[in-house]
């Protein structure tokens, strides 16, 4: 989701750098790992709640980032019900469910959920350029071993600019197969059908769209693995400090209590 210049330039994570709000995805993900109890991941939920009001993001954000990911929750709740040893609770013909999977389940689901609500945030409050050059200059030491930091941030901005534009053209080509009378069936293998039917226009439309955007950056003279400045270089402020801080101290109280 992108947000107006407006809205952003009034937000305080917004301005945030892009740096920083990566590596608190990171600490975020470190801490989570050490995450047990209902009390420790209803603190990092409440960390994220309050991401959400520095930043100023609306709820639906976080239901399209969870929608995103929900046939893996389920996914990860059912194999851990099912597959982990314990106090039988119920069973569902040879399969045979333990209160000790539901636990395990639910603690990594929960998990699972966080961090796609927290990569939604990161998403929702920084723009793919911004996310891209954030991402180029923390892995700029790499580049002393031989890796094309840059080439790879730019790969990186190119992927995160074309999923809307893939999102835009799907949609497109649904609406012009309901307008046909196409897709007008109910039933989940209608649906199947009719999402399968889109794709080979999709891929063709995203190949044009490649070939395009290789064109143009061969006529502004793009050259891979040439040295390249930045119009708006980033600058670290003090306030970062609080981005990266807060999920560093959820991390450490959460070690510290284990």
Known sequence: ?????????????????PRA?????????????????????????????????????PWRVFGRALRLVAILLLVTLLFNLFLTPGEPWFTLGPLRASRAGLERGLVLAARLG??????????????????????????????RVGLRVPDLSLILAIALAFIPLLADEAQRLSLARRARGQGAR????????????????LFVGALRRADRLAEAMEARGYRGGAPRGSLHPLRWRPTDWLVVGL???????LWLCR
């Open 21 to 57: 709000k990566l590596l608190a995805l990171l600490l975020f993900l470190v801490a989570l790992s050490q995450a047990r109890t209902a009390a420790s991941l209803a603190a990092g939920a409440l960390l994220l709640a309050l991401g959400a009001a520095a930043g100023r993001v």
């Open 186 to 201: 109910e039933g989940w293998r209608a649906r199947l059908g009719a999402a399968v039917a889109i794709l080979p226009p």
């Open 114 to 143: 966080l961090l796609a609500l927290a990569g939604g945030l990161l998403t929702a409050t920084t723009p793919p350029l911004a996310l891209s050059r954030g991402l180029e200059r923390l892995l700029a030491p790499l580049g």
């Open 1 to 17: 989701m992108l947000l107006t210049p407006s809205a952003a330039q009034a937000s305080f994570l917004h301005r945030a750098d």
């Open 247 to 253: 999920p560093a101290l959820y991390g450490l109280v």
